[in-house]
């Protein structure tokens, strides 16, 4: 499971241009705090409220709060895709994934973003997803050809069998 909430962690500390264990030890927590949160440990109500307000902007905060609350919709099990969390203001947050892929599917037929799509196909097609269905169907292809092979083998000494006994 990604840990989200330490990745909006660390993503505010590179914006206030600190690594994550000074922040925390500059903000009254214990050096371990960090890696802590890197291994995925809760944080308590407290630790959650100090982590989320001591930056220099509340959207910051915010962010990091809907991070935790990803972490946590995952850990009951959900999808977070059956929900859009997201700090009002925050553009990026406000459309579904359904209303973006329309967007981007009428602006298809404009130059630059086909080339941009284009671009991206190539690196999903050279992806590591890629490389393991290649892996799969490779495996696959295989697994044919053994059974065949083995087939052919199982006919071939039933001809001779039938031979030898005529």
């Given at each position: 499971?990604?840990?989200?909430?330490?990745?909006?962690?660390?993503?505010?500390?590179?914006?206030?241009?600190i690594a994550p264990s000074v922040w925390t030890t500059?903000?009254?927590?214990?050096?371990?705090?960090?890696?802590?949160?890197?291994?995925?440990?809760?944080?308590?109500?407290?630790?959650?409220?100090?982590?989320?307000?001591?930056?220099?902007?509340?959207?910051?905060?915010?962010?990091?709060?809907?991070?935790?609350?990803?972490?946590?919709?995952?850990?009951?099990?959900?999808?977070?895709?059956?929900?859009?969390?997201?700090?009002?203001?925050?553009?990026?947050?406000?459309?579904?994934?359904?209303?973006?892929?329309?967007?981007?599917?009428?602006?298809?037929?404009?130059?630059?973003?086909?080339?941009?799509?284009?671009?991206?196909?190539?690196?999903?097609?050279?992806?590591?997803?890629?490389?393991?269905?290649?892996?799969?169907?490779?495996?696959?292809?295989?697994?044919?050809?053994?059974?065949?092979?083995?087939?052919?083998?199982?006919?071939?000494?039933?001809?001779?069998?039938?031979?030898?006994?005529?």
């Open positions: 499971m990604k840990n989200n909430f330490y990745i909006a962690f660390t993503e505010a500390c590179m914006l206030e241009g500059t903000n009254g927590f214990s050096t371990s705090t960090a890696t802590a949160m890197k291994n995925g440990t809760r944080p308590s109500v407290d630790t959650l409220k100090k982590i989320s307000v001591n930056w220099s902007s509340k959207e910051i905060g915010l962010k990091i709060l809907v991070a935790h609350l990803k972490d946590e919709i995952e850990r009951a099990g959900c999808s977070i895709d059956d929900f859009v969390l997201g700090v009002k203001g925050d553009k990026k947050q406000e459309s579904t994934l359904d209303e973006d892929l329309k967007t981007v599917q009428q602006f298809m037929n404009r130059r630059p973003i086909r080339e941009s799509m284009h671009g991206l196909a190539v690196l999903l097609r050279r992806s590591e997803w890629a490389r393991e269905d290649e892996a799969k169907r490779i495996k696959a292809q295989a697994e044919q050809d053994a059974a065949m092979q083995r087939l052919t083998a199982t006919k071939k000494r039933t001809k001779q069998q039938g031979e030898q006994s005529a």
